[in-house]
């Protein structure tokens, strides 16, 4: 537990485990959106593919933002259940950091085509700089224990 007027808790791991919460719920909502409100999301990212002149095109973007929907999703919902136990599945934080990464690398490349919104790209990357950057600081926090965990697994 936290004493009174600490900036972060004394636990190392409950940081770990509520960015895991947040993040795996931040994913379950973006695979929803990803799922639910792909026409919307399209037309903002991709104004000028539209589904009267571009069939295959738009078709291709709509299948490949519903099997993004799925993989996100999927990950959000095993971080939720991995942060009950953050040290066993930090393997998931590391996914998250990855992800994260090629998201950002992802919007800085999708800013420079022609044919896309930058307007709706550029804002996303500071927001997986900011996840990546508090997950590897909840990583580096809980080190020492993971450690200790690894030994504790293997007697």
Not at 52 to 58: F, V
Request: proline share 4%; glycine share 8%; charged share 15%.
């Amino acid at each position: 537990m936290s004493r009174q007027g600490e900036a972060w808790p004394s636990d190392p791991v409950t940081g770990l485990r509520w960015w895991m919460c947040v993040m795996g719920l931040l994913y379950i909502f973006a695979g929803l959106f990803a799922f639910f409100l792909q026409e919307r999301f399209l037309y903002l990212v991709f104004p000028r593919v539209d589904a009267a002149t571009h069939a295959d095109s738009y078709f291709a973007l709509r299948t490949t933002l519903t099997v993004w929907g799925v993989y996100i999703g999927m990950i959000g919902g095993a971080l939720l259940v991995g942060s009950r136990n953050p040290l066993r599945n930090v393997g998931l934080a590391w996914l998250v950091v990855a992800t994260e990464t090629s998201g950002a690398l992802g919007d800085v490349w999708l800013s420079t085509l022609d044919h896309v919104n930058a307007r709706v790209t550029l804002p996303a990357i500071p927001f997986h700089l900011i996840t990546m950057a508090l997950g590897l600081f909840f990583l580096w926090r809980s080190r020492s224990l993971e450690w200790k965990c690894i030994e504790t697994m293997k007697a």
